[in-house]
T-cell receptor, first 118, second 113 residues
Framework: EAGVAQSPRYKIIEKRQSVAFWCNPI?????LYWYQQILGQGPKLLIQ????????DSQLPKDRFSAERLKGVDSTLKIQPAKLEDSAVYLC????????????????FGPGTRLTVL | QKEVEQNSGPLSVPEGAIASLNCTYSDRGSQSFFWYRQYSGKSPELIMF????GDKEDGRFTAQLNKASQYVSLLIRDSQPSDSATYLC?????????????FGQGTILTVHP
């Protein structure tokens, strides 16, 4: 079974520029997540999709970040304009929607995109 | 108070010893608990999940959950240098399938030969 795919793996930009990340979840996984992981911290959820609908985007800085999941499969996360504090690894994860209390709750992570903002 | 708290370490144990990693959480409604391992420069990978009070064993790993104390732990028996990594505790806040997964800051484990 193929895992979660992400691209690019690395990106270096200057502040105020824009950047976009792409994610392809595991086949059949209806739930897709974008996390931000700053060095030395645990991943922080930015946005959660169920199919192509947003379930939770409470921690997404909506003035600069946007995300979409067209057709309920691939997803794109965009930052515009980038700030220095956006330097982090952006992780995409997917899961089969479970009812809680089962292995279908498990989230599987992609390799991440390391973003450096200069 | 953070929603999920872990001792950031580093925790250093000798090869062959038992490593004990601890995690506390604040939301009493949490129902799902996960331990992820993250090697430096890599993405998190699932080690174990636990939903019921008590112990759950998988090979050298044992997860322990005490909902009354809002405490979950991971024991690694016969620790190996390859176990050296950051261990992330994650708690599903909310009891529905849409509940948010919240991570602790991670505990750095070093197993020395």
């Amino acid at each position: 079974e193929a895992g979660v795919a992400q691209s690019p793996r690395y990106k270096i930009i200057e502040k105020r520029q824009s950047v976009a990340f792409w994610c392809n979840p595991i086949s059949g996984h209806a739930t897709l997540y974008w996390y931000q992981q700053i060095l030395g911290q645990g991943p922080k959820l930015l946005i959660q999709f169920q199919n192509n609908g947003v379930v939770d985007d409470s921690q997404l800085p909506k003035d600069r970040f946007s995300a979409e999941r067209l057709k309920g499969v691939d997803s794109t996360l965009k930052i515009q304009p980038a700030k220095l504090e956006d330097s982090a690894v952006y992780l995409c994860a997917s899961s089969f929607p479970g009812s809680g209390g089962s292995s279908t709750d498990t989230q599987y992570f992609g390799p991440g995109t390391r973003l450096t903002v200069l | 108070q953070k929603e999920v708290e872990q001792n950031s370490g580093p925790l250093s144990v000798p090869e062959g010893a038992i490593a004990s990693l601890n995690c506390t959480y604040s939301d009493r409604g949490s129902q799902s608990f996960f331990w992820y391992r993250q090697y430096s420069g890599k993405s998190p990978e699932l080690i174990m999940f636990i939903y019921s009070n008590g112990d759950k064993e998988d090979g050298r790993f044992t997860a322990q959950l005490n909902k009354a104390s809002q405490y979950v732990s991971l024991l690694i028996r016969d620790s190996q240098p390859s176990d050296s990594a950051t261990y992330l505790c994650a708690v599903k806040i909310g009891g529905t399938s849409y509940g948010k997964l919240t991570f602790g800051q991670g505990t750095i484990l070093t197993v020395h030969p």
